[in-house]
């Protein structure tokens, strides 16, 4: 059973539901029909009229190609072709009194002449009339008769630079010693193929003849060629049709050539080949300036990103030195100013704090800790964590652990000013076993840093400049930087 079938059969099932038990009752008790009342029995030219018209849709409008259609229930299928399955219904229902009421009603005689139009439409067709089949051509006939066409010019791989492309155009073009010309002949099948087998249009047999088939063919041709990037190709192409006659098989479709014969050829294809190429070198130059400004913009931001990476923030004698997880450094010429605005930061400050709020689970914390209160070593190990972090050294990744490093080192002997903020998101005191939790052995923070120091601190470079910078003692004329 064909899958137009199977899907009648459903929709017989719809439309006969709650029906069948009332009309067999009606049947038994019904008394014997009479002559030529509407119930008696189908005359022949009835007959034949209901057979036409079963024909007629089966094998026009209601000819589907089950492999593409399966998915479809009937009430997902468009109203026209759930109409004309309506009107089969009817028709193979058997009643001859649904069947004449049926073949009265004005809607479907305008489809049943719908398609016979169209049947005559295609059966008048160069194409279809120059290999004519008993009975003459229809949808389902026509269709199945376009889908050799498309085999041979469409799915085959005959516009293809290979061997086996090669074979087929000297195969269905032996008369043709110039493959340039052979390419041309297939490219033309190729598009008249498409192109007949897309115009026959199940609803409007109007669009169906040669005259619009040298139309869509055209376009076709107009928006292939038009397509074609390379100029010297393009002019290669437009010369191969120029010299070619195109008197040749397969002549149902080579009878459409003519087209190259017209006024506007190829005039058309050229005016839109221009066009699109300047549509084209338009999208490239909006593509290109597009570009330019978003690489200005990333600049831009970069270097925002860098001052901000250079600077710090005093206020109310504050130095902020919250964690960031700030980008590598690149350039090494950025320590300079980077330092001299952290020394000039720390020389305005009398205290430093940060606050942090971390990526993931945890509490939002703030800590602060006066300057002249810290230990020297103690000190050292805040100024080195800091520029660690200025430097890009930490990281994005590991933000959240030294925030809560550098916590420790302010809080290292439970001197700093600690709070978390609550869950109405007031900042409060932590408990004193919760500030423990922040504590670190400065002596071991110290020692891990102490040979850097070591080894740099009697240079004159810019490391060694930092390091004395980050060991001196301010508040000792003997401090670090002098007595090592």
């Known amino acids: 059973m064909s899958f137009s079938d199977t899907l009648l059969t459903a929709f017989k099932r719809v439309m006969g539901r709650g029906t069948s038990i009332a009309s067999s009752e009606s049947a038994r008790n019904a008394p014997p029909p009479v002559a030529d009342s509407p119930d008696s029995p189908l005359s022949q030219s009835e007959k034949l009229e209901v057979e036409e018209a079963i024909r007629a849709f089966r094998e026009g409008s209601l000819h589907w190609d089950p492999a593409s259609r399966t998915d479809l229930a009937p009430s997902a299928l468009p109203g026209s072709t759930r109409r004309l399955m309506g009107y089969l219904v009817e028709l193979e229902s058997g009643d001859p009194r649904r069947i004449r009421r049926l073949l009265a009603n004005g809607n479907f005689k305008a489809c049943v002449i719908n398609e016979a139009e169209r049947d005559r439409s295609l059966q008048g067709m160069h194409y279809y009339a120059s290999v004519p089949i008993e009975g003459g051509y229809y949808l389902k006939r026509a269709t199945e008769f376009g889908k050799e066409d498309w085999a041979r010019f469409v799915d085959s791989k005959i516009l293809t630079n290979t061997p086996e492309g090669l074979a087929l155009r000297a195969e269905h073009f032996p008369h043709l010693d110039d493959d340039y010309e052979r390419w041309e002949a297939a490219r033309f099948c190729k598009i008249a193929a498409q192109e007949l087998s897309l115009m026959v249009h199940p609803d409007d047999p109007t669009r169906i003849s040669d005259q619009r088939a040298r139309e869509c063919i055209f376009d076709g041709y107009v928006k292939r060629l038009s397509h074609i990037e390379d100029e010297e190709g393009f002019k290669g192409i437009l010369a191969t049709i120029g010299r070619m006659s195109f008197d040749m098989e397969p002549r149902r479709i080579m009878h459409y050539a003519d087209i190259f014969k017209r006024d506007d050829w190829p005039g058309r294809v050229v005016d839109a080949w221009h066009a699109l190429n300047e549509k084209r070198r338009s999208e490239a130059e909006k593509t ?12 831009a931001e970069s270097r925002k990103k860098v001052e901000r990476q250079l600077s710090f923030v005093v206020e109310g004698e504050v130095l902020d030195i919250s964690v960031h997880g700030w980008p590598k450094l690149e350039d090494p010429a950025l320590r300079i100013p ?20 971390p990526r993931g689970r945890g509490d939002t914390m703030k800590a602060e800790r006066s300057i002249l209160s810290m230990a020297p070593r103690q000190l050292a190990c805040v100024k080195n964590a800091l520029w660690e972090d200025r430097m890009g050294i930490v990281g994005r990744e590991d933000e959240d652990q030294w925030a809560r490093h550098l916590i420790s080192l302010l809080n290292a002997d439970g001197r700093a000013t600690l709070h978390k903020k609550d869950d109405v998101g007031r900042f409060v005191s932590l408990y004193p076993f919760e500030a423990d939790l922040f504590k670190t052995d400065i002596e071991a923070e110290w020692m891990s840093c102490a040979d850097v120091y070591q080894k740099w601190i ?8 930092l390091a004395r910078w980050i060991v001196e003692d301010p508040s000792n004329n003997t401090g670090w930087a002098t007595s090592r």
Not at 338 to 357: D, E, P, S
Not at 458 to 465: N, P, S, Y
């Open 288 to 299: 290109e300036a597009a570009k330019l400004e978003r690489e200005r913009v990333q600049l």
């Open 338 to 357: 980077m330092f001299q605005n952290l020394k000039a930061a720390f020389a305005r400050a009398t205290r430093v704090g940060l606050l942090h709020i």
């Open 458 to 465: 009697d240079t004159d470079t810019f490391t060694g400049e």
